[in-house]
């Protein structure tokens, strides 16, 4: 089993900056991969960027140029900075992890039954 642990979250105005930080403990293999996903209300979830255990990352176009992602594998920790921030990034955002192999990196998804998933960060941007 596998414990991922989102913190960072909160609210800020458009156009400010935040850091989702995502640790995991338990099982951990270095052949994982883990990733950002956010849920709007009314929307299903999506995937936002990626970062597999070499160190090759991914980001969705809808989010490309101002979100970056990085992955600490001494520490097991996934980050995700967010900049220019928008309404339109409010979202619950999710910190998912599964092995590689059960990954689609072209499309940021991975099957939902051989991963694990936090509870969530709440992210809020509003003036």
């Known amino acids: 089993q596998v414990q991922l642990k989102e913190s960072g979250g909160g609210s800020v105005q458009p156009g400010g900056s935040l850091t989702l930080s995502c640790t995991a403990t338990g099982n951990v293999y270095s052949a994982y991969c883990m990733g950002w996903f956010r849920q709007a209300p009314g929307k299903e979830r999506e995937g936002v960027a990626a970062?597999?255990?070499?160190?090759?990352?991914k980001v969705a176009t809808s989010v490309k140029g101002r979100f970056t992602v990085s992955k600490d594998n001494a520490k097991n920790t996934l980050r995700l900075q967010m900049n220019s921030l928008q309404p339109e990034d409010t979202a619950v955002y999710y910190c998912?992890?599964?092995?590689?192999?059960?990954?689609?990196?072209?499309?940021?998804?991975?099957?939902?039954?051989?991963?694990?998933w936090g509870q969530g960060t709440q992210v809020t941007v509003s003036s």
């Open positions: 970062s597999d255990n070499d160190g090759v990352t």
């Open positions: 998912g992890a599964a092995l590689c192999a059960y990954w689609d990196y072209n499309v940021l998804s991975f099957r939902s039954d051989f991963g694990f």
